[in-house]
């Protein structure tokens, strides 16, 4: 174990990992890809090798969550290795992965007992013919009972994610809540993020910020303000009389940069110290020049950690400043 600690310019200590597998998915969610999408070769992703190395460097520097995300990271193959040895780490006091839920119906038990504790389920509407149009799949079905085979393999807690848009699935936000209610899982809505060129439809158009969906949602479910924190952006309300927590992930309204304790790696082996910015140092190329010499991968990564910006600048209505997909870097 290593005393050093990855604390950035600003104070702020890193502690939570998001560790992306792949830039592949099985959906095409219009906010996050194009239809046509080229993903990277193969070669230039990071082998599960090396996405344990990175892991373990961090691990060694004091990050305590890491979050396993895509592109749909269930669609990389042998994943569970990679999240049996991470799984086994004892240091790591949360291990989670993000989802579009399309494999969950035969994987989830095989996850939990690899020794992931959450889920999040990205899920954008529970109307069959919109969440087609949203992802270009009509695999609605096959994400719900994923879900259930989630409930029943016992994780700790499970979160659906959505990204609310004007005019598109914000009238679906009740029903959301009710959803997870229901069921004893959370909820999360989503402001949409300036991220990847798209032509579906105008972000400025579709906006629709975290204040107008929790005013409607208090309309008929009552919300209590709660600390619970999970190392992300979210703020979290719990719905009264339930065990559902409702959070809010604003970027534009309510910036989160103040306490962000978060990096990102991508795929392709990338360093992202901050979602709204395109700096990045390239891990891949460390490694592959530089095989099994995790000293000078934990002294990239605090070096890298001292250009960490104070905070991103999203604005809905502005030109894209990040041409990076969100397949890419996993949210």
């Keep these: ?14 502690t939570y990992l998001r560790l992306s597998v792949t830039d592949r998915c099985d959906f095409r969610c219009t906010y996050c ?14 082998t599960l090798e090396e996405l344990y190395s990175v892991a373990d460097a961090f691990i060694g520097l004091g990050v305590k969550r890491i979050r396993i995300t895509g592109g749909e990271p269930l669609v990389r193959k042998n994943l569970l290795s990679l999240l049996q040895r991470l799984g086994a780490r004892s240091e790591l006091e949360d291990l989670a992965i993000t989802t579009n839920g399309s494999q969950l119906h035969e994987m989830a038990a095989d996850l939990r007992a690899a020794g ?19 992802t270009r799949r009509d695999k609605l079905d096959q994400v719900l009972a994923g879900i259930d085979a989630a409930l029943a393999a016992g994780f700790e807690r499970i979160k659906l994610n959505t990204v609310v848009q004007t005019g598109r699935n914000d009238d679906e936000v009740l029903e959301l809540v009710e959803y997870a209610v229901a069921r004893g899982l ?13 032509t579906s439809h105008r972000r400025e158009q579709t906006f629709c910020s975290s204040d107008v969906v929790r005013a409607r949602i208090e309309a008929r479910y009552p919300l209590v303000r709660s600390s619970h924190v999970t190392g992300g952006p979210s703020r979290y309300w719990q719905v009264a009389g339930s065990g559902s927590r409702v959070g809010f992930i604003s970027p534009h309204s309510h910036n989160f940069c103040g306490d962000c304790n978060r990096v990102r790696v991508t795929a392709e082996g990338k360093l992202v110290l901050c979602l ?3 700096n990045a140092l390239d891990l891949r190329a460390l490694m592959r ?16 950690l001292q250009l960490k910006p104070e905070r991103h600048h999203f604005d809905a209505d502005e030109q894209v400043q990040v041409i990076r997909f969100m397949s890419m870097t996993g949210g």
């Design 1 to 14: 174990m290593h005393d050093t600690q990855l604390v950035d310019p600003f104070g702020r200590r890193i």
């Design 33 to 46: 890809m194009s239809e046509d999408m080229v993903f990277t070769p193969r070669a230039q992703i990071l």
């Design 116 to 134: 992931v504790r959450r889920l999040n389920v990205s899920i954008d509407s529970l109307r069959r013919e919109r969440f087609a149009a949203f």
């Design 186 to 198: 959370d909820v999360s809505f989503i402001e949409e993020m300036p991220l990847g060129n798209i």
């Design 276 to 278: 709204g910015h395109d």
């Design 289 to 304: 020049a530089h095989p099994g010499d995790g000293e000078r991968l934990r002294n990239a990564l605090l070096k890298a």
